[in-house]
Structure formats: C-alpha cells, structure tokens
C-alpha cells in the first residue's frame, strides 16, 4: 500500500482524475490510498489568501509558504519527513539537480527512512520524472506531492521544506496538477496489486528500453489495410521474432535517444 498526498488549490480537479480508471478502481480495491488536500485550509486572514506579491515587484503572483508548510505538516504528521531541515542551510538556487530523486533515496537518515513521507514539488524547475523516477517512488510508503502555480512557489518552501522537486518535461503548465496527475498514474500503477497483469508492466516501453511493438485487434481487414499476416498465423516463435523485430524498428525510426542508449547497453540484437 502506498499513500499518496496531493496538496493544491484545486482539489476538485484532482479529485476527477484520482476517481475514473485504473486509479479510481485501485482506490475502491484499497491497494492505493490517494487524497487531495486543500491548502486554502490552511491558509490564514479573512481571505484565505494563498499567493500574494513578490518581494522586488515583477509581474504575477507567488504562493506563499505558511500555508503550503502548514498542509505538509498536517499531512505528515508527527514524523518528520526526511528532507526538511534535512537538506543543508543556504544551498540555495541550484540545489534541486543535486538534491533531485535518486539522491533523495539515499539522503533519506536512518534504517526506517523509507517509512517517512517524501515530499516532492512538482515545478517546471525540477528533476525531469522518468519510468526509473517512478520505480523509485512506487517503493515509498508515503508520497506527499506540492502542486505550485506556475508563477512560483515562495522559494524557501522549495529549499527547506521538501526532499525532491520534479518535473514533467520541458514546457509550461499554469500549475503542478496536470503534472501531479502524472506522475501518480505512473507510480501508482507500478504499486503491486493496481494493474491486474503484472507482465503487462514487464514488457511497457521504457522498462526495457524500446518501444512497444505495434497492437491490433478485430477486424482483421479495416478500410482496406490489413493486419499483418504473421499475427493470424498461430506461429508463437514467429509471432515473438516480427514483435522483436517492429519494436527495434520503431524505436530506431521514432526514438533514436533510446535506440543508442539501448545499442549501447545491449550491444546488438
Ligand atoms: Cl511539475 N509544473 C508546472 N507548472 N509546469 C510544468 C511542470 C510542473 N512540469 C512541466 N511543466
């Protein structure tokens, strides 16, 4: 079972994407437990105020940190997670590549560091999330996620009150959530016990370093293009030698990133 925690200032869009699919079904089955949490609750005034403007004047607003703590506080509980104030004083811009997930893992203090939350940032600043990244994740007990707003989180939050900062890839979101709703599907599937077949995550692309080979199903003629005949055939070894084969071909034709780096680690095939 993992936790995950999302904090936003809008959990009702959140709450739509963790309750439809594989994650909705995973939820009602208990193997996951996914929550959404309204920083506005934490927030403080008469007007619950959650961003506010920039010290040095500049266009847009920033989040502000007494709320953002407050809810990672109150979701974390008595336990300390591990990163804050464990992350050294003044490191300052620059310190997400260092502190990034990877390091993080090793960071965490003491034999039971994998029973404390992780709490991540989810900003276009971070870490870029990969499958290795959601590996990773899916082997924590509790995984506390801070949707920003685009504009900015208050970067002291970033420094001192959470362990890792991600990303989804290098464009702009107007905030963390699409990003949240992410990298959540990608952990969590990856949770025993939330997709059904466990081979079927054996052989996804990126787990093994290429691609999927390509799918078809009934009819086996639509609009006059035809499935390949190998795949009607009933030749299992054939079948697995043209799968083998598509799925070097379309790697090398649409990634070739991921062709060299498969060439370089497997050799030839
Ligand atoms: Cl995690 N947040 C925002 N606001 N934009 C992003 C992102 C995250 N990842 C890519 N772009």
């Not at 990303?167 to 702009?172: L, M, P, R």
Request: charged share 25%.
């Amino acid at each position: 079972m993992v936790r995950f925690s999302v904090l936003t200032i809008f959990p009702e869009t959140l709450e739509a994407a963790f309750s439809a699919s594989l994650l909705g079904k995973a939820r009602e089955r208990g193997v996951v437990d996914i929550e959404t949490i309204d920083i506005r609750q934490y927030a403080a005034g008469p007007h619950l105020m959650t961003d506010d403007a920039p010290f040095g004047g500049g266009a847009g607003m920033v989040m502000k940190p007494e709320p953002i703590v407050a809810a990672i506080e109150a979701v974390v509980g008595a336990r300390k997670h591990r990163g804050t104030y464990g992350r050294k004083e003044g490191a300052g811009a620059g310190a997400g590549a260092e502190a990034g997930v990877g390091a993080g893992a090793e960071a965490g203090v003491g034999a039971d560091a994998g029973k404390r939350a992780r709490v991540i940032l989810l900003s276009p600043g971070g870490k870029r999330f990969t499958q290795e990244m959601a590996k990773e994740l899916a082997r924590e007990r509790h995984l506390v996620f801070v949707c920003g707003r685009y504009e900015g989180v208050d970067d002291r939050v970033r420094a001192h009150f959470v362990d890792d900062e991600v990303s989804i890839g290098d464009y702009v979101l107007g905030g963390g959530e699409a990003a949240a709703w992410v990298v959540v599907e990608a952990v969590a599937r990856l949770v025993p016990g939330v997709v059904g077949n466990a081979a079927s995550i054996d052989s996804e692309s990126f787990v093994e370093g290429l691609l999927e080979y390509p799918q078809y199903t009934r009819p086996r003629v639509f609009r006059g293009r035809a499935v390949p005949d190998v795949l009607v055939s009933g030749d299992h070894a054939a079948i697995a030698k043209w799968r083998r084969e598509a799925q070097i071909a379309r790697t090398k034709a649409e990634r070739a990133d991921l062709y060299a780096r498969w060439i370089a680690k497997c050799g030839k095939d």
